[in-house]
């Protein structure tokens, strides 16, 4: 018997171009993608999969349809949720990101979990969450629902140059989560490394889990884009394992 509700895999920022051969900071993101999803598909585990934004690096519809035919190619069946990220655009995720396994629902109920995913795009490369998303994220659900939120930018500085981009109105998101102790933890992409941060509100803490990058990962000693080296910079995406109770468990999985 499987002891966990749900599990989830969570990838993110593939940073895709026009040309699969493209490459990002000297890496073929188009094949760690390959990489990323193969790994997702052989684990049997998994229920749901869900995208946390930046498909594309070059804007291009052409990124947007090498994203489903990595997809395709890879033979992923599981439910494939997605969120846009500051590099995307609303309209070409909703033409290109039809057709099954593609899910266009941000809601995901269970028995005793939502899922939620937010969206945190804004005109700007930084995130805004809107007033109306904050109010409905501060109602508890009913009680025997857990909550656990997906979004692209993160709610928490990380210490280096993409906090430039984080959330802008974090102290907003925060006050609204105050009074909801059904969220159990956050998962976001954008940062381009796998971290564990935790927020102290009032009467509870959450959980902060940032997703390592499908392209690549960041290099947190210099201000710019710059990839890890090495076996820290392979790429990578995050297994969550959602019990009954509300206990969330989570590992990183590098390819």
């Given at each position: ?82 969120i ?18 593609f ?36 109602i ?67 959980d ?19 990839a ?28």
């Amino acid at each position: 018997m499987n002891e966990h509700e749900l599990v989830i895999a969570q990838y993110s920022d593939s940073h895709l171009f026009a040309d699969v051969n493209g490459l990002h900071c000297g890496t073929n993101v188009y094949q760690n993608l390959i990489k990323v999803l193969t790994n997702i598909v052989h684990n049997d585990a998994i229920d749901v999969v869900i995208f946390t934004g930046d498909l594309t690096q070059d804007h291009s519809k052409e990124s947007y349809q090498n994203f489903v035919k990595a997809v395709k190619s890879c033979k992923l069946t599981k439910p494939l949720y997605y969120i846009a990220g500051n590099h995307d655009e609303y309209e070409l995720l909703a033409h290109f990101l039809v057709a099954p396994p593609f899910k266009q629902e941000k809601v995901i109920n269970t028995k005793n979990w939502q899922i939620n995913l937010i969206n945190s795009k804004s005109l700007s490369p930084a995130g805004w969450i809107e007033e109306l998303t904050l109010q409905q994220l501060a109602i508890p659900l009913v009680e025997n629902q857990h909550q656990m939120l997906f979004m692209h930018h993160h709610p928490l500085n990380v210490g280096y140059f993409i906090d430039r981009h984080a959330l802008q109105n974090q102290q907003h998101f925060w006050q609204a989560l105050t009074s909801n102790s059904k969220v159990k933890a956050i998962a976001c992409g954008h940062v381009h490394r796998g971290l564990h941060l935790t927020k102290h509100l009032k009467n509870h803490q959450l959980d902060v889990f940032t997703c390592p990058a499908t392209s690549i990962q960041f290099d947190p000693n210099y201000d710019d884009v710059k990839a890890l080296a090495g076996e820290a910079g392979r790429a990578g995406y995050r297994l969550f394992y959602l019990s009954e109770v509300g206990k969330v468990k989570t590992e990183i999985c590098m390819v």
